[in-house]
């Protein structure tokens, strides 16, 4: 099962580093890993997805803390959050499926960004899965290249 | 009047010995290099003690030997590039077995960081993976602040290593220090355990029928020793320790039933196979332990974890009582609680236990000069303050199974490395730290070549270490699973043209002693115990002397051989 | 002046340690670095965002380019590209203040994702001035999070 852990972690060479290592060296599953600056410049957050039962989970969280570096864990997975991620998608395109591929463009409220002769690229903000879903339905167009920034979170305000 | 009045200016180098004689450090195991000439300038006025080992393994090993046997953080200090990376193999072993250190390397100047410089080395990036934390100091205002910090990190919770990292303009510039207040948001320490839980341990030890405590690294750390053994006696406890956990309860005690594990008393094993209430403490389930099979481990039983770190609790067994908290506050208030609950019915359990113990004792053969009856000679000659250190091999499981440690921090052995060639220099930090108190080193003929030049720093400090070196001209431990498991295919475990260590003793200006005969063995243990000085014992012992009982590779631990 | 690299790198454990140990080691000034998936589950795609002079930033390329777990290392900085940022952003509001945000929001075309009594959140996708500009636009009214990606980069396309 995936779960999300959010950590707010020293900004400083090394830190990175020591994070990745751990993860490296007790084998870890991690699905994706992004590093986020925060609103302090001492501070940054990092939002780990990881492949786990529960008690791998609960290990992942505990050495991570552990870490002099770490001053939090957080577990998302069951919280109340809103889930982004960011994707840059180049598409390739011809005369006869410009018009179509706009078209997907525009459900899924994506953006182009630039255009050219054989391809176009679309911006595109949304949670995993409709990142995932528009990836899927493009591609039978051809996909060029993708780039994806990594899931970032964050909680639900309580009212 | 000048703004500056009352304000001083110090180099980083002495701003370096400053902080470190306030965290109340009078003795660095240190070797020097170009990196460092401005600190070890500095240290000609420092009335800090200095100690210099014949290569930096040594000095780290034996920081770690004096932080072992005293519970304070051991420092050691190397110069940049090769001098710090020949400590990555001591500052693992620490690591490994959370022994207290603050690590102090050299490095090139700041601005020839990451240019692969003279003497050069990564020595942050390479021991990252080894290290509780480590420090890369730009300016030496932070000094102190930095060193407090590491001193904090490496003696709380559950201690560790802390490297500092010192670039050579860092140590010769001239600043005002900043105040020495620590930073250190990311770092928590867990004292006090959850009060419902530790009433739960308490109500489930009144109520169990066949208890056993599994004590180890963490509870002599804890200094939890007198707690453990009031509720062990009080509640009528077995006890099992692993090998850190010697020590914790007096060799002979009628609760200790021994070393649990690969080359446990069969008792141990059997208690805790078949309990059905094991109360961890201290303990990190180890595969030294459990065989790697900590699904099979203990199965019948609640188990009760105590343990200061969190990420050791259901890291290897299904935990039904977790308390995170310092071994030995919980433990006087478990026993506080249980103080008002009826005692466990345990009699049955006992008469099964001892029935253990009286059929299965650990044994040798008395026919001849062996290994077991050299360590219990040793035993038998020295007092309750006596440390004894080891290195790593067959001599370290017999040192672990014969000799009578009565008191925590007698006994220092490399436990979760397993660093041959720890011994020596251990040993040269252990009778620094406690020199009233006689200090034996066991080793092997393996071991003690590795840092073998360590010889020369015991008779220039005149260390009075009796050296006990059970010789049989082997790898003894390799060559004993290759004997059991490999079908006697030895590969590469003989030792042949061993140099006769009683000369190489007397080369560096030690006494040494052969000892090739039963008869000789006390009478030779006692004139180097009585000897003012470092002695050497080369005990000829044979090459086909086995380490039992042995748990086989992958089998649970009930499964011994020669039990 | 900043330098936006992009890398192909090996996507499995131990690779993010080796990338970031390299940059911790040789002491590089990284403004940012963002791993992203990419079509390819082998690969992964790094974007690195360095201070440094011509002479540096060929350093970092030519150090990155060594790793064997590099494929290939592209200086995105003087080309033609489009560079993106994903920022999550809660933002204190009262009764008075809540139309004068949203208006803000509008303005920098960011949506709303979460409402709540005393906060809102903002979701935005643009360059990183974009989201500075609506960092500080925002700030008076009291900024109590925010999550942000690293930089992501794609190249435009030549006609």
Known sequence: MLHTLAALVENHPGVLTRVAGLFARRAYNIDSLSVCQTDNPEL????????????????????????????????????????RELALIRIQVSPETRAEVLQTVDIFRGRVVDMGRTNLTVELTGDVGKINAFVRAIRPYGLLELVRTGKIVIRRSDV | MSMNAGKKELKGATILLEALEKEGVDLIFGYPGGVLLPLYDALLDSPIRHILPRHEQGGVHAADGYARVTGKVGVCLATSGPGATNLVTGIANAYMDSIPLVVLTGQVVTSLLGTDSFQEADITGITTPITKHSYLVKDAREIPRIVKEAFYLAGTGRPGPVLIDLPKDVLAMEVEPFPAEMKLKGYQVPSRGDSSKIAEVAKALSECHKPVIYAGGGVITAGAGGVLRQLAEKASLPVVTTLMGIGSLPYGHPNLLGMVGLHGAVAANFAVDDCDLLLAVGVRFDDRVTSGLGHLF????????????????????????????????????????????????????????????????????????????????????????????????QHQMWAAQFYPIIKSRNFATSGGLGTMGFGLPAAIGAQIARPDDLVFLVTGDGSFQMC??????????????????????????????????????????????????????????????????????RSALAEAIAYPGPVLLDFTISPNEDVLPIVPPGKPITEMLGG
Do not use: C
């Not at chain 1, 989970?57 to 870490?67: A, G, S, Y």
């Not at chain 2, 290759?482 to 006769?500: A, C, M």
């Open chain 1, 44 to 83: 940054s957050r990092m939002t780990i997805v990881v492949n786990g039962d529960d008690q791998v989970i609960e290990q992942v969280r505990n050495q991570l803390n552990k870490l002099v570096i770490v001053h939090s864990v957080t577990d998302l997975t069951a919280e109340s959050v809103v889930d």
């Open chain 2, 452 to 521: 073998i030049q360590e010889l020369a720093t015991i008779a220039h400090n005149k260390l009075p270490i009796k050296i006990v070196l059970l010789n049989n001209g082997v790898l003894g431990m390799v060559r004993q699973l290759q004997k059991f498991f490999y079908g006697e295919r030895y590969s590469q475990t003989d030792l042949i043209d061993n140099p006769d260590f009683v000369k190489v003793a007397e080369a560096y200006g030690i006494r040494g002693i052969r000892v090739d005969s039963m008869e000789q063995v």
């Open chain 2, 298 to 393: 203990a199965t019948k039983a609640k188990i009760i974890h105590i343990d200061i770190d969190l990420a050791e609790i259901a890291k290897v067994v299904r935990t039904h009582i977790p308390i995170v908290g310092d071994a030995r506050l919980v433990l006087e208030e478990v026993l506080n609680v249980f103080e008002g609950l009826p005692v466990p019915q345990v009699t049955d359990w006992w008469d099964q236990v001892r029935a253990w113990k009286n059929y299965y004792p650990m044994k040798y053969d008395k026919d001849r000069m062996t290994p077991q009856m050299v360590i219990e000679s040793m035993g038998e000659l020295a007092n309750d303050d006596t440390m004894v250190i080891t290195d790593v091999g």
